[in-house]
C-alpha cells in the first residue's frame, strides 16, 4: 500500500519524477515471486514483466499483497505476448472491458436492474389504461368489464394508473440511486487503479511523457468514463426496454400500423454504424487534444513565478488558447457529426408518425381501429419515438466514452519496465557501493551516451565527494544507486549484489537523498519530516529537526510544525526547506546517503547551519557527496573527479590539489569567481 501523504500528493511526485515503480525482479527461488508476474529474459539481462492477471477486490486492493498492476486492468484483459512489456495491446473490445468495470457492482445493477423492469412496466401499462377510459367514455368499455357502470369503471381505471404511476415513480428512483453508485464506486475504482498504475511506471516514462496529460486521464478522461458507466447505463437500458416493450405491444395493439413503422428501423440502422465510427475517431483526438491544455495550463500554473519574472502571460494564454482551439474544432467536427445523425433520426421519428396518423385515421374510418385503440397506439409511437432518441443520444455519449476508455486503458495495459516489489533483501546492510564498467544513457536520449565504462566503489561509512563539470554524469551515478535507471552494460552493486537482483522498495528505504531543491509537499511541517518514516512520534520528528538545525525557525511559526508549507513548499525560503529535508533524512536513519547539490543554492551563513547538519547526518553513513562547493568537498575521505562519463581522478582534496589536473583548475576557478 502506497504511503498516504504520497496518495494525497501525487501531481508533485509526477513532476518530480520520483516515483516511478518497476524494478527488475529476480528471485532466487522462482516459488518466491509474486503469483501475478512471471519473468523472460532479454538483452542485458532485464526482465520485463508478463502478467497472468487477477481480479482484486474495491478500491484496487489485493489479498495478495496489494501488487500494483494486478487489479483492474488484469480483470479486463488476457494475455497478450509483445517485444516489450511496456508496449502491451489494450486485450479485448474498448466497449466490452468499459462496461466490464462495473462487474465487479453486480449485486447493485441487479437489484437496479428489478427496479427498472418494474418501472419500464409501468410505464408501458399506462396507455393501456388511457385506451380504456377513451373507449369506455364513448360507451365501447372492454369486455372485461363486464356489467360495470361507466362512472364507476372510469373511476376505478383512474385509480389503477394513479396506483401505477406512484409504483412506476418509485421504481425509478431506487433505479437511479442503485446504478449511480455502482457508477460512483466503479469509476472510484477506476481513478484508483489508474494512479496507481502511473506511479508504477519507470522513470524513463516520466521522461517522456507530460504530466498535464496523466492528469487529464485521470480526471476529464475518468469523469467521462463515469457517465457511462453509471447513468447512461440506467437510462439506456430504461429506453431499451421501453423501445422493446413498447414495439411489442404496438404489435399488439395494430400490426398492420407497427409494420408501417418499422419501415424506418433500417436506415436509422445502418447511420448509427457509420455515425459511430466517425464519432469514436473524433473523440479520441477531442480527448487528446484537451489533455495537451491541460498540460500547458499545469506548467504554467506551477512555473508561474517564471512565467510573471518574464512577463510572459500573453505568451502563455496564446499557447493555452491554441491548444484548446484545437479541441474546440475537433468538438466542433464531433457536433456537426452528431447534429445530422440527430436531425436524421428524428425526421425518421416525425415521418413515421405522420403515417401512422394518416393510416391509423383510414382504419379508423373504416371502423377496424376504436379511438382508444388508436389513441394508445399514437402514447406508445411517441414512447418508442422519445425512447429512441434517448438511446442515439446515449450511443453518441458511450462512442466519447470509448474514446476517453482507450486513453485509460493504455495506461492499465501498459506494465512498467521495473517492476516495483520483489528480490532479494540483505540483512545487514553494510554499505559497500560499487559502479562496476557501467554504461549508461538516458531512454529519451539514447543517441547520448552519459557514462562511459565507469567504475568505483565507496566502503562502508565513507564519504566520497564526486566533482566535475556540469554534465559530466555526477547525478546520474545518484539516479542509477536509487535504481531509478538500470545501466545499458555493467553492474551497480550493493555489499557485492547487483541492484538488479535486490528489492527496489528495501533498496529506497536504505538510501536518504538529500537534493538542491528538495520537495516539500503541501501539507505540515511535521507531515514533511514524516514522509520518511511514516510511523514516527512527534517526538522522534521534533529530535530530528532539532539535529537538523530546523527547531529554531519551525518554533518561530505561530503553528509551528504544524504550520502548512504550500505546494512545493514554496513559504520556506531555501535554507529552510534544506534543513526540513535534512530532517527527513535523518528520521529516515537510511544506511546509505546522497547528498545532491545540498548547499549549492545557499548563502554562507545559511549554509554553515545547513553544513553542520549534514555532518551529523553523514556520521557512520555510506555516503555520496555531488558538490562543487570546496566546503562540502574538503572534509570528504576521497574525491572522484568525473568528467565525459569518466573518473579521471581520485584521492584526497589535499593531494588532487596538489595534482596539476582537472580538480585543481575547478579550485582555482572557484576561487577566482569568489
Given at each position: 500500500?502506497?504511503?498516504?501523504?504520497?496518495?494525497?500528493?501525487?501531481?508533485?511526485?509526477?513532476?518530480?519524477?520520483?516515483?516511478?515503480?518497476?524494478?527488475?525482479?529476480?528471485?532466487?527461488?522462482?516459488?518466491?515471486?509474486?503469483?501475478?508476474?512471471?519473468?523472460?529474459?532479454?538483452?542485458?539481462?532485464?526482465?520485463?514483466g508478463?502478467?497472468?492477471?487477477?481480479?482484486?477486490?474495491?478500491?484496487g486492493?489485493?489479498?495478495?499483497?496489494?501488487?500494483?498492476?494486478?487489479?483492474?486492468?488484469?480483470?479486463?484483459?488476457?494475455?497478450?505476448?509483445?517485444?516489450?512489456a511496456?508496449?502491451?495491446?489494450?486485450?479485448g473490445?474498448?466497449?466490452?472491458?468499459?462496461?466490464?468495470?462495473?462487474?465487479?457492482?453486480?449485486a447493485?445493477?441487479?437489484?437496479?436492474?428489478?427496479?427498472?423492469?418494474?418501472?419500464?412496466?409501468?410505464?408501458?401499462?399506462?396507455?393501456?389504461?388511457?385506451?380504456?377510459?377513451?373507449?369506455?367514455?364513448?360507451g365501447?368499455?372492454?369486455?372485461?368489464?363486464?356489467?360495470?357502470?361507466?362512472?364507476?369503471?372510469?373511476?376505478?381505471?383512474?385509480?389503477?394508473?394513479?396506483?401505477?404511476?406512484?409504483?412506476?415513480?418509485?421504481?425509478?428512483?431506487?433505479?437511479?440511486?442503485?446504478?449511480?453508485l455502482?457508477?460512483?464506486?466503479?469509476?472510484t475504482?477506476?481513478?484508483s487503479?489508474?494512479?496507481?498504475?502511473?506511479?508504477?511506471?519507470?522513470?524513463?516514462?516520466?521522461?517522456?511523457?507530460?504530466?498535464?496529460d496523466?492528469?487529464?486521464?485521470?480526471?476529464?478522461?475518468?469523469?467521462?468514463?463515469?457517465s457511462?458507466?453509471?447513468?447512461?447505463?440506467s437510462?439506456?437500458?430504461?429506453?431499451?426496454?421501453?423501445?422493446?416493450?413498447?414495439?411489442?405491444?404496438?404489435?399488439?395493439?395494430?400490426?398492420?400500423?407497427?409494420?408501417?413503422?418499422l419501415?424506418?428501423?433500417?436506415?436509422?440502422?445502418?447511420?448509427?454504424?457509420?455515425?459511430?465510427?466517425?464519432?469514436?475517431?473524433?473523440?479520441?483526438?477531442?480527448?487528446?487534444?484537451?489533455?495537451?491544455?491541460?498540460?500547458?495550463?499545469?506548467?504554467?500554473?506551477?512555473?508561474?513565478?517564471?512565467?510573471?519574472?518574464?512577463?510572459?502571460?500573453?505568451?502563455?494564454?496564446?499557447?493555452?488558447?491554441?491548444?484548446?482551439?484545437?479541441?474546440?474544432?475537433?468538438?466542433?467536427?464531433?457536433?456537426?457529426?452528431?447534429?445530422?445523425?440527430?436531425?436524421?433520426?428524428?425526421?425518421?421519428?416525425?415521418?413515421?408518425?405522420?403515417?401512422?396518423f394518416?393510416?391509423?385515421?383510414?382504419?379508423?374510418?373504416?371502423?377496424?381501429l376504436?379511438?382508444?385503440?388508436?389513441?394508445?397506439?399514437?402514447?406508445?409511437?411517441?414512447?418508442?419515438?422519445?425512447?429512441l432518441?434517448?438511446?442515439?443520444?446515449?450511443?453518441?455519449?458511450?462512442?466519447?466514452?470509448?474514446?476517453?476508455?482507450?486513453r485509460?486503458?493504455?495506461?492499465?495495459?501498459?506494465?512498467?519496465?521495473?517492476?516495483?516489489?520483489?528480490?532479494?533483501t540483505?540483512?545487514?546492510?553494510?554499505?559497500?557501493?560499487?559502479?562496476?564498467?557501467?554504461?549508461?544513457?538516458?531512454?529519451?536520449?539514447?543517441?547520448?551516451?552519459?557514462?562511459?565504462?565507469?567504475?568505483l566503489?565507496?566502503?562502508?561509512?565513507?564519504?566520497?565527494?564526486?566533482?566535475g563539470?556540469?554534465?559530466?554524469?555526477?547525478?546520474?551515478?545518484?539516479?542509477?544507486?536509487?535504481?531509478?535507471?538500470?545501466?545499458?552494460?555493467?553492474?551497480?552493486?550493493?555489499?557485492g549484489?547487483?541492484?538488479?537482483?535486490?528489492?527496489a522498495g528495501?533498496?529506497?528505504?536504505?538510501?536518504?537523498?538529500?537534493?538542491?531543491?528538495?520537495?516539500?509537499?503541501?501539507?505540515?511541517?511535521?507531515?514533511?519530516?514524516?514522509?520518511?518514516?511514516?510511523?514516527?512520534?512527534?517526538?522522534?520528528?521534533?529530535?530530528?529537526?532539532?539535529?537538523?538545525?530546523?527547531?529554531d525557525?519551525?518554533?518561530?511559526?505561530?503553528?509551528?510544525?504544524?504550520?502548512?508549507?504550500?505546494?512545493?513548499?514554496?513559504?520556506?525560503?531555501?535554507?529552510?526547506?534544506?534543513?526540513?529535508?535534512i530532517?527527513?533524512?535523518?528520521?529516515?536513519?537510511?544506511?546509505?546517503?546522497?547528498?545532491?547539490?545540498?548547499?549549492?543554492?545557499?548563502?554562507?551563513?545559511?549554509?554553515?547551519?545547513v553544513?553542520?547538519?549534514?555532518?551529523?547526518?553523514?556520521?557512520?553513513?555510506?555516503?555520496?557527496?555531488?558538490a562543487?562547493?570546496?566546503?562540502?568537498?574538503?572534509?570528504?575521505?576521497?574525491?572522484?573527479?568525473?568528467d565525459?562519463?569518466?573518473?579521471?581522478?581520485?584521492?584526497?582534496?589535499?593531494?588532487l590539489?596538489?595534482?596539476?589536473?582537472?580538480?585543481?583548475r575547478?579550485?582555482e576557478?572557484?576561487?577566482?569567481?569568489?
Open positions: 500500500m502506497g504511503h498516504p501523504l504520497a496518495v494525497r500528493r501525487g501531481r508533485q511526485l509526477f513532476g518530480m519524477r520520483r516515483v516511478a515503480r518497476g524494478e527488475n525482479l529476480r528471485t532466487a527461488d522462482p516459488a518466491a515471486r509474486p503469483r501475478c508476474l512471471q519473468f523472460t529474459r532479454v538483452s542485458r539481462a532485464r526482465a520485463h508478463r502478467r497472468r492477471r487477477r481480479g482484486r477486490a474495491e478500491f486492493t489485493n489479498p495478495a499483497g496489494g501488487r500494483p498492476g494486478c487489479g483492474l486492468a488484469a480483470r479486463y484483459s488476457s494475455s497478450v505476448s509483445s517485444p516489450t511496456a508496449s502491451r495491446r489494450p486485450r473490445p474498448t466497449a466490452v472491458r468499459l462496461l466490464r468495470i462495473a462487474r465487479p457492482e453486480a447493485l445493477l441487479a437489484a437496479g436492474l428489478v427496479c427498472l423492469t418494474i418501472g419500464s412496466a409501468a410505464t408501458l401499462i399506462y396507455p393501456q389504461g388511457v385506451r380504456v377510459v377513451i373507449d369506455a367514455a364513448l365501447k368499455a372492454p369486455a372485461w368489464a363486464g356489467s360495470i357502470d361507466r362512472a364507476r369503471l372510469l373511476g376505478l381505471v383512474a385509480l389503477v394508473m394513479a396506483g401505477v404511476a406512484l409504483v412506476s415513480a418509485i421504481a425509478m428512483g431506487l433505479r437511479f440511486f442503485l446504478f449511480m455502482a457508477g460512483e464506486r466503479a469509476i475504482r477506476v481513478r487503479e489508474l494512479y496507481e498504475a502511473i506511479l508504477a511506471q519507470e522513470i524513463a516514462f516520466f521522461d517522456k511523457e507530460r504530466t498535464g496523466l492528469t487529464s486521464r485521470l480526471s476529464s478522461d475518468t469523469a467521462t468514463l463515469q457511462a458507466v453509471s447513468a447512461n447505463i437510462w439506456g437500458l430504461r429506453n431499451l426496454i421501453q423501445l422493446a416493450g413498447g414495439f411489442a405491444l404496438l404489435l399488439y395493439t395494430s400490426p398492420r400500423l407497427t409494420l408501417l413503422i419501415a424506418v428501423v433500417p436506415p436509422v440502422a445502418l447511420g448509427a454504424v457509420v455515425y459511430g465510427r466517425r464519432i469514436r475517431r473524433l473523440a479520441r483526438k477531442v480527448q487528446d487534444a484537451l489533455a495537451e491544455g491541460q498540460a500547458v495550463a499545469d506548467e504554467t500554473i506551477a512555473g508561474v513565478r517564471t512565467v510573471r519574472a518574464f512577463a510572459a502571460e500573453e505568451a502563455e494564454r496564446a499557447r493555452y488558447g491554441g491548444a484548446i482551439g484545437r479541441a474546440l474544432a475537433l468538438a466542433r467536427r464531433r457536433i456537426a457529426a452528431a447534429s445530422v445523425f440527430m436531425t436524421a433520426t428524428s425526421f425518421a421519428g416525425y415521418a413515421s408518425a405522420a403515417l401512422v394518416w393510416y391509423g385515421g383510414t382504419l379508423l374510418a373504416r371502423g377496424e376504436s379511438v382508444g385503440a388508436l389513441t394508445s397506439f399514437l402514447v406508445y409511437t411517441l414512447l418508442v419515438g422519445f425512447s432518441g434517448a438511446v442515439a443520444d446515449l450511443w453518441a455519449d458511450f462512442l466519447r466514452a470509448l474514446g476517453a476508455a482507450e485509460v486503458f493504455e495506461l492499465l495495459d501498459r506494465s512498467p519496465e521495473m517492476p516495483i516489489r520483489g528480490g532479494r540483505l540483512d545487514p546492510v553494510a554499505g559497500t557501493v560499487e559502479l562496476d564498467e557501467v554504461v549508461f544513457h538516458y531512454p529519451s536520449r539514447p543517441d547520448a551516451v552519459v557514462l562511459s565504462s565507469l567504475s566503489r565507496v566502503e562502508p561509512g565513507e564519504v566520497v565527494a564526486l566533482v563539470p556540469s554534465g559530466a554524469g555526477k547525478s546520474t551515478i545518484a539516479a542509477l544507486l536509487l535504481r531509478f535507471y538500470d545501466p545499458d552494460s555493467g553492474a551497480v552493486r550493493l555489499d549484489v547487483d541492484l538488479r537482483e535486490v528489492d528495501w533498496l529506497r528505504r536504505h538510501i536518504g537523498l538529500v537534493a538542491q531543491e528538495p520537495l516539500l509537499f503541501s501539507t505540515s511541517i511535521a507531515e514533511n519530516i514524516r514522509y520518511g518514516r511514516p510511523d514516527a512520534s512527534r517526538d522522534a520528528i521534533e529530535a530530528a529537526a532539532r539535529a537538523a538545525n530546523a527547531d525557525f519551525i518554533a518561530r511559526f505561530p503553528e509551528g510544525y504544524d504550520t502548512v508549507v504550500g505546494e512545493r513548499g514554496v513559504l520556506l525560503s531555501g535554507g529552510q526547506k534544506q534543513r526540513v529535508a530532517a527527513r533524512a535523518l528520521l529516515k536513519d537510511p544506511r546509505i546517503l546522497i547528498l545532491d547539490e545540498a548547499t549549492s543554492a545557499l548563502d554562507a551563513q545559511v549554509e554553515h547551519l553544513v553542520d547538519a549534514l555532518d551529523r547526518l553523514m556520521e557512520g553513513r555510506t555516503t555520496l557527496v555531488i562543487h562547493r570546496l566546503s562540502t568537498v574538503r572534509n570528504a575521505d576521497r574525491v572522484l573527479v568525473i565525459h562519463g569518466r573518473v579521471i581522478e581520485t584521492g584526497p582534496h589535499d593531494e590539489v596538489a595534482r596539476d589536473g582537472l580538480y585543481r575547478l579550485v576557478r572557484q576561487f577566482a569567481v569568489g
